[in-house]
């Protein structure tokens, strides 16, 4: 139930997005969620892929550095008030988020979050006894 | 190790006292041998007054002027030269990076002495008729490849004439060759091994057992890294063009300084600022003479290298006076905000680290009134990249460790791997933009 979020370490100079974009391209990666945070130097790219681990190997042989990350993904119901109930059964238990993004799926109305957090077997606990629907890694890479 | 061996015993076991004479008697035929072959040197000499018989004891050699890098430009191409084109049997020159280059000409005496030297150095680093060694210094005006190749070829080594660049061959003749012996700078030995990881090949398929490496200074940090990286054991060697080129002093086994070879040079050390001869064992810039050159003689030239000389008996056996690796250079030396810098401290700073990659790069600039200093860095481990905290934290690991070496506040970047400039010759670390408008 863990997914595998790669951790990419960009530079800030152009086409260096565009470098790491082509190489996934060209090894026939989908990227399925993005999320970059940045500062003045260099930035984190963070990505949900359909193949993490083929994405780690290129990545790697292009000497890019990378990591490869464990992460949580939850569905929730696409209307107001769907996020903050899925929060508060973490913040319950003391569960801080390290960070997260979301992403809608156009199919229905469902949306996914990657959620960072410091334990995440404590994590998927709290979710489960809360009853928010966790993803599994078949479901996020097939989307 | 193996049994120490001693190439020249004669020369290189001599008493303290027997080598101090022989220096003498040599310095007092040589300041002859200038004022009578050199017009600049019978121009100098004749204003402060030296001539051969008042030098009476070797601390006398104070009087003599200093020799420097522009009297050698300025004398372009063979304005210093002591003897006539006939008696002349090669050539080399700077690479004049800045100005012109400088000239330097050995006469048939002078290329078997550098070959002896070249041969007591190398020996003394382990070499033997055992041993294949590979060349990777470029080969041409410089005096680094030929020194070191005909000083080789003395003590029966086989010699690959490599050059440097196109590295993927010189690994292919590596594997093929068993070369055993490697001949490079620090930084391209170090690029080479990163070159060897990548190429596919497993490693036992490369025999390297010694890296006479020099050129270049390499702190005992990037020494170690060099060594893990090819599982050889890397000796340093000194000599600079002007004077000869490699085989003034170089690394024994016990690696604890570079044995001058004296019975050829006496070295001194000065403070660059005030010009005053330092004792004995105090560090300053290294001021050589060569004491038997007969092409291109040379008085107290100022080498602009920081290091300190030790008279200590080694080890090894061997008598001679040791001096330390290189600090740095007088004129590498960076002023920042008052603060002295030499590249080395930093590089000493960073290479322990296991983050990072080996290369990095300095950045000075000015702003406003305050100089800043940039140091740029290659982020190698992945498992940082999970939290920003741990990216600050190894920013800031770097940070406090130059606070502590160099008692500055640096900016350290954080680079992707391979995007800092890698070379193949010497290494040009510095960016000084503070002359840039």
């Known amino acids: 139930m863990i997914i595998k979020q790669l951790s990419i370490f960009v530079e800030n100079k152009a086409g260096r997005m565009a470098e790491v974009t082509q190489i996934l391209a060209s090894n026939n990666i989908d990227i399925r969620a993005l999320s970059i945070a940045d500062t003045t130097d260099y ?80 994590a998927l606990q709290a979710l489960q006894d809360g009853n928010i629907r966790i993803m599994k890694e078949s479901e996020i890479y097939e989307i | 190790m193996s049994k120490i061996a001693i190439w020249d015993r004669n020369a290189e076991t001599m008493r303290r006292a027997d080598i101090r004479a022989l220096q003498l008697e040599r310095l007092k035929h040589l300041v002859g041998y200038c004022i009578n072959n050199v017009p600049f040197y019978y121009e100098r000499l004749t204003k402060a007054g030296v001539t051969a018989e008042k030098i009476k004891t070797l601390s006398d050699v104070q009087y003599i002027p200093f020799t420097t890098k522009d009297d050698l430009r300025d004398h372009y191409p063979f304005g210093l030269f002591a003897v006539p084109m006939q008696k002349i049997a090669r050539i080399h020159a700077s690479s004049g990076t800045t100005g012109k280059p400088t000239v330097v000409g050995y006469t048939k005496n002078d290329l078997e002495n550098w070959a002896q030297m ?95 490496l020099g050129s270049e200074g390499c702190t005992p940090e990037m020494r170690d890294r060099i060594e893990q990286g090819w599982g050889m054991f890397v000796t340093d060697n000194y000599g600079l063009s002007e004077v000869c080129g490699p085989g ?31 004792p004995v064992g105090e560090t300053g810039e290294l001021v050589v003479t060569t004491l ?23 080890a090894c056996g061997r008598t001679t006076a040791r001096m330390d690796k290189i600090k740095g250079r007088s004129d590498d030396m960076l002023k920042i905000r008052g603060v002295n810098v030499f590249p080395s ?15 990095y790069q300095l950045i000075v600039r000015r702003e406003g009134f305050a100089d800043t200093l940039e140091v740029k860095v290659e982020l190698v481990d992945g498992s940082v990249l999970e939290k920003f905290a741990e990216l600050e934290a190894v920013q800031n690991e770097i940070k406090n460790r130059l606070r502590t070496v160099l008692g500055l506040s640096v900016k350290v970047t954080l680079a992707e791997p391979k995007s800092l400039e890698r070379f193949t010759g010497k290494a040009r670390r510095v960016i000084d933009l503070r002359n840039e408008h």
């Open chain 1, 43 to 122: 930035g984190i790219l963070r990505l949900i892929v359909n193949n993490p681990q083929k994405a780690l190997d290129a990545l790697k042989t292009a000497s890019i550095t990378v990591t490869l990350t464990g992460v949580i993904a939850i569905a929730i119901p696409d209307h107001p008030g769907g996020l903050a109930r899925a929060i508060k059964v973490l913040s319950d238990r003391q569960i801080s988020i390290e960070y997260m993004y979301a992403f809608l799926n156009p199919n229905n109305a469902t949306a996914f979050v990657i959620l960072r957090v410091e334990d995440n077997e404590k």
């Open chain 2, 118 to 212: 070249v041969a007591r150095i190398t020996t003394a680093a382990g070499a033997d008729d055992h041993t294949i060694v590979q060349i990777a210094f470029g080969y041409g005006m410089f005096t680094g490849a030929l020194g070191l190749h005909y000083g080789l070829e003395k003590i029966g080594a086989a010699v690959v004439p490599c050059s440097s660049g196109n590295t993927e061959k010189q690994l292919m003749f590596m594997r093929d060759f068993k070369t055993n012996a490697l001949v490079a700078t620090p930084s391209y030995a170090l690029y080479m091994a990163e070159c060897a990881k990548e190429s596919g090949y497993p490693m036992e398929q490369y025999h390297l057992r010694l890296g006479l």
């Open chain 2, 248 to 278: 003034m002093s170089g690394e024994c086994q016990l690696r604890c300084g570079l044995h001058i070879n004296e019975d050829h040079f006496l070295c001194e050390t000065i403070n660059p600022q005030t010009l005053e001869v330092l």
């Open chain 2, 292 to 314: 038997t050159k007969e092409a291109i003689p040379l008085l107290r030239y100022r080498t602009k290298d920081i290091t300190k000389i030790t008279e200590e008996p080694c």
């Open chain 2, 345 to 359: 401290q930093v590089e000493s700073a960073l290479v322990g680290m296991q983050k990072i990659g080996p290369h």
